[in-house]
């Protein structure tokens, strides 16, 4: 049976407000052997979370999916929102980063890490949200935690160079917290921690979480950033539609969904040829 290669990443995770946690990254999750068949696809890409608000937690990001209608399922996880004003992370792809001395929230297993922990000493701190590649950072006293780095382009096959996507070389960095001094934002699209008015999202379908917000009352927390999926296919196997970019390497054909999709692949047969028949003959 032919196969493929495709990257799944989620939505990443909201950030939290008030001393906020970085939102954690969305789930990565690449398999290089895929088993592929014609037919539809159906290509999930998951939103990414609200940033917390007064009285209102953030939110996690949505899970991406690759279905193919058969055992070739790839689901991963949305990131966990941040935690706001003493609260605790939420679990996720990544975990969110914590606040004011609150629980990390924990990452899912191959997918993404946990964020990191904070302090609740002089005025509080967040955590950084984690990353596909790393943990989200601690805070201590007035310093808030990094979000943690993303995953590596080497990691996921190179298609994100193939395909000009993710941030830098990588994806799925997590949020910065905020603190007196706020957390940088993940390599991979992660947004910085910020003290006041407009925070710092993930970049857009990075999976990147958001940063955290430092004061209270009416300014948000960032919002995460949303999924990809990427399938790669032999040239030779399959035609297909569907995909909001596609381009050929090599032998190799790849097709990128930034927005939910369908992706249907036809099956390629070998066009029939015509012979010649030589007829010897041995004349005496």
């Not at 929102?81 to 929230?105: E, H, V």
């Given at each position: ?57 953030a939110?996690s ?19 966990g ?34 964020g ?15 990353g ?7 805070g ?11 995953i ?25 917290g ?18 006041s ?54 032998s ?33």
């Amino acid at each position: 049976m032919p196969t493929g290669r495709v990257l799944v990443v989620a939505g990443g995770g909201g950030g939290g407000r008030d001393h906020g946690g970085g939102g954690g990254a969305g789930g990565v999750t690449y398999n290089a052997s895929v088993t592929l068949t014609a037919g539809a696809k159906t290509i999930t890409v998951g939103g990414g979370g609200t940033g917390g608000s007064s009285g209102v937690p953030a939110t996690s990001g949505s899970n991406s999916v690759f279905d193919s209608g058969g055992s070739s399922e790839i689901t991963t996880t949305g990131g966990g929102g941040g935690a706001s004003n003493g609260t605790s992370g939420l679990n996720g792809g990544s975990g969110g980063g914590s606040s004011n001395g609150g629980t990390k929230g924990t990452g899912t297993a191959g997918q993404g890490n946990d964020g990191g922990t904070s302090s609740g000493a002089g005025f509080g701190s967040g955590g950084g949200g984690g990353g596909a590649g790393a943990a989200g950072g601690n805070g201590t006293t007035d310093v808030a935690g990094n979000g943690g780095a993303g995953i590596a382009d080497a990691d996921v096959g190179s298609l994100l160079s193939l395909t000009s996507s993710g941030v830098g070389g990588f994806i799925a960095g997590g949020g910065g917290g905020s603190a007196a001094t706020n957390g940088s934002g993940g390599s991979g699209g992660g947004g910085a921690g910020v003290d006041s008015g407009t925070g710092n999202d993930g970049t857009a379908n990075s999976g990147g979480g958001g940063g955290g917000h430092h004061t209270d009352g009416t300014p948000l927390g960032s919002g995460g950033g949303s999924g990809l999926v990427i399938v790669v296919y032999t040239t030779a196997d399959f035609t297909h539609t569907g995909g909001d970019a596609t381009g050929t390497s090599g032998s190799e054909t790849w097709v990128k969904f930034t927005a939910s999709g369908t992706l249907t692949l036809t099956a390629v047969t070998a066009a029939a040829t015509g012979g010649h028949t030589l007829l010897l003959m041995n004349v005496g």
